[in-house]
């Protein structure tokens, strides 16, 4: 690809992106990318100049053309890599092949796993938490973040240029041609952060406040924040406003808002669902009625990341619950969301087992049932909407109590 045409955008004195945009990603490992990515990597123009982090592996000429943009590939001293996940490893290999580094240095935990994924015997060397890379003229400091977001996550900092590199932590899903988050709309940006927090962080939400805890101990006051996705950080007030954001969605206070989604064969399903809304609404809380012939699952997930209530409703088809609503009960189990109330329900026509196995998963799940379950034959009578309204107010006050 010609260095002419894909450039580096200079982030700081000797720092530079060097990354790739992804426009049209729309699945990310089940999760719905609607903006679609990038894959963000950066040159240092150290004594020893230092590549961090690569690009999913169909960029990696994006990703040499920017780097072409700004000095010789060949001139690459040391590769440093964050994370081992493919979209930030998929090229690593080919790169090193390419560039012939001195040095190329990941965590620990990140040389097992990119040992599984690539073979044996690669030219990495380990580099704990809280050692130093020396970069000839300036050092960049490593500090591990495991399970943030895999067990060999770990962030890069860079003292010299006042830079975190952060990598999958502060990140979101779009792609844009501005880099900086202050060139983009704050509401894009508040959802897309919130929705990249909810469905790749919230497992390990609890870690979170100790490692922005070590990390201010460490005496790191980043001036530039700069993520492996989407836009950077270099405004004081943008890089408090993702901080504190952080820090309030790892609490997962239950909030007066409520997630209600279904499914529905002949409409019965529905009905229900929209009866219960009308119960919740009528308490005054926030709701977000998602039935799943639209909602992804990773939007569902997005709203129960602020939501204090989950409500969740299925027919049953063939002795089961509907596939979508196990689709994103799976899903959402996997991300563990923490202090839920809620309640089930559901239709059928002679078996009726979807709301039993709900009512399962939620136990799993130690989302409190707060209500009784509504379980309709066939087609919901007045009484039986009643019921659903009934079910959706009973939560509704729930959390109104609660937050007072
Ligand atoms: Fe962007 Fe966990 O990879």
């Not at 590939?73 to 998929?90: Q, T």
């Not at 919230?202 to 005496?219: C, D, F, H, S, T």
């Not at 009960?329 to 196995?357: D, H």
Request: with cysteine.
């Amino acid at each position: 690809m010609n260095k002419d045409v894909f450039k580096a955008v200079q982030v700081t004195d000797r720092v530079y992106w060097v990354g790739a945009i992804d426009w049209s990603i729309r699945d990310f490992h089940g999760y719905l990318t609607g903006r679609g990515t990038t894959y963000n990597a950066f040159l240092v123009l150290a004594d020893k100049i230092t590549l961090i982090d690569t690009v999913k592996a169909p960029y990696r000429n994006e990703l040499m053309a920017r780097i072409a943009s700004v000095i010789d590939p060949g001139d690459i001293s040391v590769i440093i890599s964050n994370h081992s996940e493919m979209d930030h490893s998929g090229c690593l290999i080919d790169v090193i092949d390419t560039v012939a580094p001195d040095a190329v240095y990941a965590s620990p935990m990140g040389v097992k796993a990119l040992t599984r994924h690539f073979g044996p015997n690669l030219p990495i060397t380990e580099v704990k938490s809280g050692e130093s890379i020396d970069m000839g003229n300036m050092e960049a400091v490593v500090m591990e973040t495991r399970m943030l977001h895999w067990p060999d996550s770990m962030v890069t900092w860079l003292p010299a240029e006042s830079i975190l590199f952060s990598q999958d932590a502060f990140g979101m899903h779009l792609a844009s041609y501005e880099r900086f988050a202050d060139e983009l709309d704050d509401a894009v940006l508040d959802y897309e952060a919130a929705k990249y927090f909810a469905n790749i962080l919230l497992p390990y939400a609890q870690l979170i406040p100790k490692v922005m805890e070590n990390v201010g101990n460490a005496g790191i006051k980043p001036s530039v924040i700069a993520p492996d996705h989407g836009p950077i950080y270099r405004r004081g007030e943008d890089i408090e406003y993702i901080f504190e954001s952080y820090l309030e969605w790892a609490k997962q206070e239950p909030a007066p808002k409520a997630v209600v989604t279904y499914d529905t064969m002949w409409g019965s399903t529905d009905l229900m669902g929209r009866s219960v809304c009308e119960g919740l609404a009528s308490e005054g809380v926030e709701v977000k009625s998602m039935s799943l012939k639209g909602a992804h699952r990773s939007d569902v997930a997005t709203e129960i990341l602020d939501a204090g209530a989950l409500i969740v409703g299925s027919p049953t088809i063939n002795n089961n619950m509907f596939p979508t609503v196990a689709d994103v009960m799976s899903y959402i189990k996997g991300l563990k969301p923490k202090n839920l109330v809620g309640g089930v329900f559901g239709s059928y026509g002679w078996s009726g087992e979807s709301v039993g196995q709900l009512e399962s998963i939620f136990d799993t799940m130690k989302i409190e049932r707060v209500a009784e379950s509504v379980k309709v034959q066939y087609v919901p009578d007045e009484d039986d909407l009643k019921r659903c309204y009934d079910l959706g107010k009973t939560i509704g006050k729930k959390l109104t109590e609660a937050k007072k």
